[in-house]
C-alpha cells in the first residue's frame, strides 16, 4: 500500500513540473523530459520484467524510477534555468 500512496505522490509531483513548464513559453523543455521518462520506463520495463522476472512490480518499479528521474530533472531545471512558471492555469478538483 505505501508503495502505491509513493507512486501517486511521485507522479503528482512530476505532473505539477511538467505541466507548469509546459504551459510555459518553453515547451521543448517539458517535451524533452518526458520524452526521456518514457524511454528511461520502457528500458526499465523491459530490464526488470524479462531479465529479472519481476512482473508486475518490476513494471511498477519501473514507472517509479522513471517518475522520479523526471521530477528530479524538472527540479533542477526550474531551480537553475529561468523558465517561466505560470502556475495559475492549475486546477485542483475537490
Known sequence: MGKQILNVLIGFVDYILVASVGESTIIGVSL??????????????????FVF??????????TL???IVAAIIM????CTKDIPLKLSKLYIIG
Open 75 to 78: 527540479f533542477v531545471l526550474i
Open 65 to 67: 524510477i522513471a517518475r
Open 53 to 62: 522476472k519481476l512482473g508486475v512490480f518490476g513494471a511498477g518499479l519501473a
Open 32 to 49: 524533452m523530459v518526458s520524452l526521456l521518462m518514457n524511454i528511461i520506463n520502457i528500458s526499465l520495463n523491459a530490464l526488470f520484467i
